[in-house]
């Protein structure tokens, strides 16, 4: 009796063990560049993000993964089921819908819905107590402190609108203009960018 | 035997007080405000924000009068235009603001071919009335058409 308990403890912690194993790898092998440009509309931000410090432009190439901004980081269990829900509705709009339709210059606007605090505060974890930073950097995140929890609440990405993508104004303007008269200029420059990029798996337009 | 107890009971006292200690530090420190003590303040009314209406991004933020006039009393009424270095405290340098809209090239208004970066924030940019295109004045039909610019911020 006691034999048959041990291994069937014994073959439910295996099988637990594995099942974390491959949600470890599953979740691991979908969070960075690599997998999300796949999907061919992510070029322009997949370029932004390798022009900024938080994609490894800098000089010692340290680098964020897109998860770690852009979903929830307050709770396992939040985060899994946000990026799973994500990759549905994502997934079934790059499938079935048309991306291409996508206003993604004016999605920034909402990039306060998309961009997570708690991801930019695990690794910026001392940024709201810090000494060091500049006065003014103190004084405005005092400020957002206080306004935390009030229904005035604001976020990191309300005045850090170009964190993680540097110029990502004007490389969605790359690839769709917002000015007509730019319309053949704006061409050449997505070109010269998608060349330069190429090797990040983006994709070389006809 | 009472000269140990009386002994412990020190010691635990001793112990207590060097646990409690760091921690009302601590406490003290997260719960101040040591950037904005001992300075001016001013109580945004209804009235004031009808006279002197933020721009749409900046009452987002629900900046304060004083992050812009700082030491300038406290008192709106003598508040004095601030200069382009206030308004680099949070947006960094002109160059920077340049490369934001970099993609624009020449005719970039923030590097443009008569002016590069050095024309003064409010040339164009006001913050409690209307913006104004000074490009406009001369090339009228581009930007009443929305061909290179959308209306100024």
Partial sequence: MKLKLFILVSIGIGVGLMLSLATY????????????????????????YREDVHGGAGKLGASAKCVDCHLPHDNILKYIYTKARNGVVEGS???????????????????????FDDGCLECHGNLLS??????????????????????KEIHCASCHSDAGHKGMRNILNYYTPEFEIMKEHMKQKKSEIQ??????GIQKEK | MKQRAQNTFVVLCLSLCF???????????????PAIKGRETVTITQELKEKYPLKRVHAKLSLECLFCH?????????????????????????????????FIGKA?????????????????????KESMNMCAECHEKEIATNMWMRKTP
């Fill in chain 2, 19 to 33: 646990t409690l200690l760091p921690l009302t530090l601590f406490a003290g420190e997260g719960s101040s405000s």
């Fill in chain 1, 195 to 200: 060349d330069k990029y190429q090797h990040y």
């Fill in chain 1, 93 to 115: 709009i790059h499938l079935f819908g048309d991306p291409s339709k996508i206003d993604w210059i004016e999605k920034r606007a909402h990039r306060e819905s998309f961009v």
């Fill in chain 1, 25 to 48: 790898y599953g979740l691991h092998k979908t969070s960075d560049q690599k997998f999300c440009v796949i999907c061919h509309e992510m070029d322009p931000m997949v370029i932004a």
């Fill in chain 2, 70 to 102: 700082d030491g300038q009393g406290n008192n709106p009424e003598a508040f004095k235009a601030v200069r382009d270095k206030t308004c680099l405290e949070c947006h960094d340098s002109k160059e920077k603001l340049a490369n934001r809209l970099g």
């Fill in chain 1, 130 to 151: 810090t000494q060091t930073s500049s006065k003014q950097a103190q004084k405005m995140h005092e400020h957002y402190q206080s306004l935390k929890g009030t229904d």
């Fill in chain 2, 108 to 128: 970039n208004p923030h590097n443009s071919i008569h002016d590069g970066t050095r024309l003064s924030c409010d040339e164009c940019h006001y913050e409690h």
